[in-house]
């Protein structure tokens, strides 16, 4: 127990955070280039929060989040997604008040009690962008764009992107009942969740991931048959913008999120490169939330990219992530006086903005080049009483093992070359 993370957690060690780093810089670079702002808000909100705008009757809620109560005897609950919170701190910061639109963009850790498996993960990581404000379908295309763009910068072309309507409350209404028509029939047969899905929320039956349903499914009605005439001209919008820019779609009508706040556009990004959990982004858009949560008449569209998700994909399609680089140059040091000489001089390089250690083992000098050797330094600099007294270092090129003499005051001088 002590020596083993908890199940469905995942180390992120140093020598595969460089792939973290990669794709965070390209995110960041991107939303900031569409004029995105970061947020950053709490890990853990007051269970209401969620319960609320993921709505009561979603996976996440009924079974997978993480809520305790405090010692304040509050009930609290570990984020399960960003969007709750986003919109929480749009809200409590009266941000509605200023002009719209409001562009955000996070990276979060997401807390989900499920099953982990490849592409699930009990602790995993999103990216995400919001805009709140925006009723135009080009708020849609934006980031539909965004994430592509991402996507494709990230080395990864082969995502198919599936865009449907889930319509508004008006035309939901008809839908469910059709909905609801085609499986009174087959009731008995469908999966115990659906069952209970049935009455309260029959849409997330087309979601299910149970193979008996999913086969029923099939023949059930589309929503987008059911569309009033604003989501239809809606939807016929998003279309007309993500051909303007250029970016394939295929009209999945069976995609219908997860979660209660959508309203018109979801899409969806995924792969079947990376086994069952094959979606790599959802998103859409979300009208009613605001209203919900805080009486606000505010829309809203974002989507959530999984990270862990995003760096398999790369991994399985061979994207080549560049390793960072190696350190510029090892400190080898010889004596008492040398090591202080030593400490000055890589204190100096690093302040100059060379990357340079010293051996903190204190080895001697057979031990402190095969140290070089290992870190790959492209230098290792020999600092002994004989330097000392003329001012000057050995400089060992490492990758051509070649070695000269250098004035200390010339050091940096050489190895910034
Ligand atoms: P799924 O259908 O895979 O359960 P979801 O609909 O629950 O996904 P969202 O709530 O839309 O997922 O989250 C957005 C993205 O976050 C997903 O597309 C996926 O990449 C990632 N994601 C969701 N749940 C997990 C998880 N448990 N572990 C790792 N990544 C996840
Ligand atoms: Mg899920």
New binding site residues.
């Given amino acids: 127990m002590l020596t083993t993370a908890p199940k469905g957690t995942k180390d992120i060690m140093p020598d595969q955070i460089y792939k973290w780093h990669y794709v965070e810089k390209k995110f960041r670079d991107i939303a900031e280039r569409y004029g995105y702002s970061e947020i950053r808000t709490p890990v853990f909100e007051h269970t209401e929060l969620f319960t609320r705008s993921v709505g009561d009757t979603t996976d ?1 809620v009924q079974k997978e989040m993480y809520t305790f109560t405090d010692l304040g005897n509050r009930s609290i609950t570990l984020r399960p ?1 960003g969007t709750a919170s986003a919109v929480r701190a749009f809200l409590e910061h009266k941000v509605y008040a200023n002009p719209q639109p409001t562009k955000l963009y996070y990276e979060t850790a997401c807390y ?1 009690y ?1 099953k982990p498996q490849s ?4 602790e ?1 990581h ?1 990216f995400g962008v919001e805009v709140f404000g925006a009723e135009s379908m080009l708020a849609d295309a934006e980031i539909i764009s965004l994430a592509s763009e991402f996507l494709k910068e990230c080395g990864i072309d082969d995502l198919k992107l599936k865009i449907n309507s889930v319509g508004c409350p008006v035309c939901r209404e008809k839908y469910k009942n059709a909905l609801k028509d085609y499986f009174r029939p087959h009731l008995a047969d469908l999966c115990d969740t659906c069952k209970d899905r049935f009455e309260r929320n029959p849409m997330r039956i087309i979601d299910c991931k149970s193979p008996q349903d999913k086969e029923l499914a099939l023949g059930a009605p589309s929503i987008l048959d059911y569309l009033c005439d604003d989501c239809k001209a809606s939807f016929e919008e998003l279309k007309e913008n993500l051909d303007a820019l250029g970016i394939d779609y295929e009209i999945d009508p069976t995609i219908v ?3 209660d706040y959508y309203t018109k556009t979801a899409f ?1 990004f995924v792969t079947e490169k990376i086994g069952a ?1 094959g ?4 998103g859409g858009r979300y009208d009613n939330l605001m209203y919900e949560i805080g009486e606000q008449d505010v829309p809203g569209v974002g989507f ?3 990270i ?2 995003l760096l398999l994909l790369m991994e399985n399609i061979g994207v080549e992530i560049p390793e960072p680089e190696a350190m510029d140059a090892l400190i080898v040091v010889l004596g008492e006086d040398a090591r202080t000489m030593g400490l000055k001089i890589t204190n100096e390089l690093r302040e100059k903005g060379l990357k340079v250690e010293m051996d903190l083992m204190e080895r001697n000098i057979k031990g402190q080049m095969k140290h070089a050797d290992r870190l790959g330094v492209r230098y290792a600099v020999v600092i002994g009483d004989d330097e000392i007294l003329n001012g000057e270092a050995q400089v060992r090129d490492m990758r051509i093992s070649e070695q000269m003499s250098v004035p200390f005051s010339k050091l940096y001088e050489k190895l910034s070359k």
């Fill in positions: 996440i997604e989900r499920e592409g699930r993960l009990r995993f999103q999120r997860g979660l969806e959990q979606t790599v982004c959802g959530g990219l999984g862990e998700r």
